[in-house]
């Protein structure tokens, strides 16, 4: 049972500064791999919580996409595991459930690529394709497995996989999680292994209902909380547009003409805003994929592919597919659409400025989204500077509401067009 009162955040790891891998007390199949990534120093997450995850505690991580939170439980489960190996056949030991089928591949290919000089076998089951190979590696035996909520209770539901023997469970991305629905399934995949095990939960955001569900399922815990990516957002160029919703694909494409644009990330509210900017940049010259949920998974892992290899140097996404994506080198990221919640902004600007380089995060409001562009500005505490004319305008003080004055309406602001309604 947990020792820390309902609803409050357990006791926070120390801080830690390490300067090597080689001091967190990991082995040598598993710094190998490592050296074999380019990696030569930990995040201050990864830093934080290998020594406590090494030791078996149960762990509450408050971290973004980015931060490197993935490394920070898969290389010391891998090395717990490996330390212990277990006889044929393989019964499932690790079990790591995210909230998308991109971050469970994502999180399966880390696994693979940490545990390359380690006998362990890892394996990914999501839905939205065939079950069929997926089956075939649960029956030759696996010790680490990622799956999508729906998907994984599917086959347990089916008889092809038991969850009896895990030692390890990870819930990644519980914020979302609960954003998607998937809590009650979260709560059935818990109640289907042993009740003796480590538990290890990450969240992007930590408000009440996911600290309830850590109080549910952590014994113990030790938290571990690396600073928001609002807070963060030194190496961000953060800008606003204020632009005719009708004149945004002629803004878009101005921008993307720019020989600073190498690789952009465009976020559109829905899947046909998505399909319909694609279309109207290709009619204009500009190659752009589109990501999103009506896509089957080998064409999001395609369009995926392209834009990783700059074949395709313009994603355009909804947050639900790129949710968890880890790409980068991400020069521009392009808030299209403004979100309803001031939080989904904080998390797609992020996939911009990783790894302490810069990056460039612009938006576009039309007149019906100022409420969220103020909604937005409270949350970071700052206002956004506007570009009129190509001018980079930033505020002299950070008073807010920041936007048109009242009782007006916005003009389009980029470069040498203007326009009122």
Request: with cysteine.
């Amino acid at each position: 049972m947990t020792i820390h009162k309902t609803g409050a955040f357990p006791s926070e790891a120390p801080k830690r500064t390490v300067d090597s891998f080689d001091a967190l007390n990991l082995s040598r199949p598993i710094l190998r791999a490592i050296a074999e990534e380019g990696y030569q120093a930990p995040t201050p997450i990864q830093a934080e919580a290998i020594p406590h995850v090494l030791l078996g505690r149960d762990l509450m991580g408050c971290a973004q996409t980015g931060t490197g939170k993935t490394a920070a439980f898969a290389l010391p489960i891998l090395q717990r595991l490996a330390a212990a190996p277990a006889d044929s056949p393989r019964p499932i030991r690790a079990l790591v459930l995210t909230p998308t089928r991109e971050l469970a591949s994502q999180v399966h290919e880390a696994f693979r690529a940490y545990g390359r000089h380690t006998r362990l076998r890892t394996t990914v089951v999501y839905g939205g394709v065939s079950q069929g190979s997926q089956v075939r590696a649960l029956q030759r035996g696996v010790d680490i497995l990622v799956a999508t909520p729906g998907r994984l209770l599917d086959l347990m539901g089916q008889g092809c996989l038991s969850l009896h023997a895990v030692e390890a469970f990870v819930l990644d991305e519980a914020d979302r999680m609960f954003d998607m629905g998937f809590i009650h399934d979260v709560r059935r995949v818990v109640a289907a292994i042993p009740a003796h095990r480590q538990t290890l939960l990450f969240s992007a955001t930590m408000p009440p209902a996911i600290r309830t569900l850590a109080d549910s399922i952590l014994r113990d815990p030790i938290a571990v909380r690396v600073a928001p990516e609002s807070a963060r957002a030194d190496h961000i160029e953060q800008s606003v547009y204020f632009v005719d919703r009708d004149r945004k694909p002629d803004l878009l494409r101005e921008i993307l003409g720019d020989d600073s644009v190498t690789r952009a990330l465009v976020f559109t509210r829905t899947k046909h805003g998505a399909d319909r900017l694609v279309r109207q940049l290709l009619r204009t010259g500009f190659q752009a994929e589109a990501i999103h949920g009506n896509k089957n998974q080998n064409a999001r892992e395609r369009a995926l592919a392209r834009f990783r290899t700059r074949e395709t140097p313009v994603l355009v996404a909804t947050d639900l597919a790129a949710r968890g994506l880890d790409i980068d080198e991400v020069s521009h990221v392009v808030n299209f659409d403004l979100p309803d919640e001031p939080e989904t902004y904080v998390h797609r600007i992020g996939r911009t400025a990783r790894a302490g380089a810069s990056g460039i995060a612009l938006s576009f409001c039309a007149f019906e989204e100022r409420a969220s562009l103020h909604a937005i500005e409270r949350l970071i505490r700052e206002p956004l500077p506007v570009i009129r004319n190509g001018v980079r305008e930033v505020p002299a003080a950070p008073a807010l509401p920041l936007g048109p004055a009242p009782g007006t309406r916005p003009v389009v602001v980029y470069r040498t067009r203007r326009r009122r309604r």
